[in-house]
Every structure is written in structure tokens, then in C-alpha cells.
């Protein structure tokens, strides 16, 4: 992973802190002992009044001293409007939280775990890549807990239910999961997209298990159901459209060395497996010279796509006019990492990157309110208005993101700080929803504690202020800015200091 790159790291840090109360709804900040480079969403477990508990996958990618691992955790995330702004505060960056449970299962997996993707219809199954050929299946349900063991020993390895064969090259990144069936596809640098079925494993995945009677000592092999070729040299990324069991997308990065084909671009290519292994769609040049890192497919419009590069530049495609990017935004300082699409939210998606910066876009963001004259054209380095919300609480690159499926405006993320002398740190959030309301909705429900936002006396409150009056009083600090009221205007001077401590920490 590149080093960290963005505004000076300590400045954007503390920005981001003071602004804590006033944009999150919820936050969990858990210090992990090794790096992780991928993390997930698990089933919900118990819905309470003020907490939902929601299991967790994490892997821990370590030196070799001991062994890398898949992990089961079990995170408590407080339910909307509960937090208050001193509990938003409370969370310490160095250390494990209450609210992160200590593994309730632990696998030890054949090398680092680079990707977790799980079935949506078995979400206890995942399926992880690593720095090999072979991808591995693991009912997390079923297999042996292995906590505590150090012993690297290839013999003490956990035997994954399945191992997915056919690439003939390392398969590091690229790799979904369709929400319509059981199909896994994975992308290596043997520029080969291969699908596989895992339809006929599905009654022994399902299987729950609860101790090591039974279990096999050698996994079951699968070849794949269809090979597409197509690309030039590695897959990056590759996503189904969600709904679909044979349309999929796959960005690849230019070939290097004296070797390569002058005519080799950086291309996303469109799949259908109905029509044969050839892609149905050449999307060339999709970032100029520049490696395409990730892509996403839209689950509410079935022709949008997005794809992050190496320069940090987004782009949103509509796959029925792909001679130009339907939208284009350049805000990331540092390589794009993931993007991926909202499940409850048609146009937002999220971004992540090498400078610790997680974005939150609107693609539907109104413009400018005002009946007078149009405004002034934006300088190219202005923040894009379509930028919602900005997470600036890592220290370092963030590898990897989830929305919450079960948890609107929710996300998980990872950063890996090994090369800042630590392990990682997931995050666990909720945004503020006066940041995505409409604005009449906002301006409607803070009116009661006007005294208290124009004044700051807490005398006019008959209660402590919580998450919900911390974030009224950021909100009149000063008069409201052009864009979008609910995001903006709700964040008032809190964010506009934000913005100047860190070139851009949050965006208003």
C-alpha cells in the first residue's frame, strides 16, 4: 500500500475531532493489532431499544511471526438519536472498544487475507482472497474455532470448506459476489475473469456445525462455470450488477515494463455471460493513463457504474453512452481504493482512498437555492457540490468500506496503519441525519432550540444538549452558504473551521 498523502496529517486529525458531535450520529473507533486489509458486514444478531448488535468480519494480516487471520466479531452500534455528544467524544483512537466484541470465531487462513466478500443468501459464508491463485470458502458458522493458536505451522491452518481453482496466475483483489445466486467471480493477473457456481455446495454451507466432529480434513475443490477473456493484463476489481446472475464489470491497470503493448489502455469491460465469454463492452481509456483500482454498480440504476483510479479521480458511467463519463470528480489526494454504491440511497455512493479520506457523494445534490443571478463559475479546486460528507478519522489509507445493509447512512471502515508504526482501525459510523435531510425538515425540527443556537445559553434548554443540539448550535455559528442546505448550511461555522484547519477535511 502507497504511503499516506493528503493535507498534513495532525491538522486534518483534530479538525476532524472537534467536528465529531456535530456530524456523526454514532461513531466506534476499535485499535487493531495488525493491519487489516478487509472488512465486513455480518448478519444482525439482536435488535434492542437503543442498541442493535451485528456480527462483523475483519482479517488481521501480520509478519509471519504469527499466523494471518479471518476473524468473527460482534459489534454493539447505538441506534439513532440515542448517542449524545459526549458519548460521540469518548471514543479512544489507541485502544480497543467496549462496543467491538473479542472474536467469536477465529480462522487461521493459508496467507493474508486481501478480500472478504459473503453470500447474501448464506451471509455466514465468505469468501476470501489472498496472495495465491486459489480462492477459499468458509462456513463461519461451521469451522473449528482456532483463537489463541501462534503456531504458523501450515499443519494448524484451517481447512477451508471449498477452494475455488483456475486462474493460473495470483489472484489478489479482484473479486463478487452475486446477490442473485451463488456465483463468485474473481479477476488475477492472468487478465482473466472466472465464475463459479457454488450452488451445488449449498446445502453443506448452510450447515451451522458447533464443534470439530465431522469436520473434513481436505476442502473440496471447484472449477469455474465460465471464463471471460478479455483484458490485457490485471484485474483490479470486479462487481455483478446487483440483481443479475451473469452481467458483470472489470477495470484493469496498464501493463508495465519494455514489454508491454504500446495499444494497452486502462479499460473497464462489461460482461454477460448469456452471450459467450467476450466482453459486451469496452469502456477504453475509462481514466486516460491511469490505473482503474475499483468499480461499482449501481443496485437502483441499472446503467450507472462508477470506477476510482490511481490519481483519485471518480467517474460515473452510463453504460448506454460511455463516450464520456457522466460525471467526473477529481477530490481524492491519493489513489482511490474502494467505491461502492449505497443499498438504501439511489444516488449516493461512497469513496475511499490513500489520503485516509472517506467520501460520501449525492449525485441528486440541489443546486444553489437563490432566485438571483446564477453564481459565479466554481475554480476547478472548489469542493464539488455533490460532495455530501467527509470522514476524516483515519490516520492512514483506507483499504476498505461497507455500507450497512441493514442500516441506512451506516458505514464500517478499515485503515492500514502499519507504515505509521501501528496495526489498524476500524470505524464503525453513522452520519448525522441533519447532514442528508432535506433542509426544510432540518430548519423545521431545530426552531424549538433557536434561543440556544443564537445565543449558546443552555439555560434555554430544559434537558443537556445532545448529539441533536450540538449539531443545532453548529449550525447558526454563521449565516447559510450557497449549496446544499441540509448538508451544509446544518454544519455552519464548525465546519467552515474544519474546512480551514484542513484543507477540506469535511466538506461544506
Partial sequence: MAASVGPPKEAT??????????????????????????????????????????????????????????????????????????????????????????????????????????????????VTHTDAPQLYVWNMEAQPDKAGIRNTSPKLHSVADLVLEGHKEVAEFALGVSSAA????????????????????????????????GRATASTRLQPVHTLMGHSSTIEDVCWLPGSDAELASPHHLPCGPSAPASDDSSLLLWDTRRGGAPVLHVAKAHGSQDVHCVSWSPHRQDLLITGAADGSLKVWDRRKTSSPAYFFRHHAGAATVVEWSPHAASAFASAGEDRLLCVWDLDAPPPDGDGPPPPKRPKSAIPQQLLFQHAGHRAAVVDLQWNPHDPWALLSVADEAGEGGGGTLHIWRISDLVYRPADEVVAELEPYREYILTGNEAALSHKPSSLDAAGAAAAQQPSGPGRSSAADSRGGAAAEADAAAGGAVAS
Fill in 13 to 126: 486529525h483534530q479538525a476532524w475531532k472537534r467536528m465529531v458531535p456535530y456530524l456523526y450520529d454514532a461513531l466506534v473507533s476499535h485499535a487493531l493489532p495488525w493491519p487489516s486489509l478487509a472488512v465486513r458486514w455480518g448478519p444482525v444478531l439482536e435488535e434492542g431499544p437503543k442498541r442493535a448488535r451485528q456480527r462483523a468480519y475483519l482479517s488481521e494480516q501480520t509478519d509471519g511471526s504469527v499466523p494471518n487471520l479471518l476473524m468473527a466479531v460482534d459489534a454493539d452500534l447505538p441506534r439513532p438519536r440515542t448517542a449524545t455528544a459526549d458519548h460521540l467524544l469518548a471514543f479512544s483512537e489507541h485502544s480497543k472498544s467496549p462496543y467491538v466484541s473479542k472474536p467469536v470465531k477465529t480462522v487461521i487462513h493459508p496467507g493474508e487475507v486481501n478480500r472478504i466478500r459473503e453470500l447474501p443468501q448464506q451471509p455466514h459464508v465468505l
Fill in 182 to 213: 451463488p456465483l463468485v467471480a474473481s479477476g488475477g493477473r492472468d487478465a482473466q475473469v472466472l465464475v463459479w457456481d457454488l450452488a451445488s455446495h449449498a446445502t453443506s454451507l448452510a450447515l451451522p456445525g458447533s464443534d470439530d466432529s
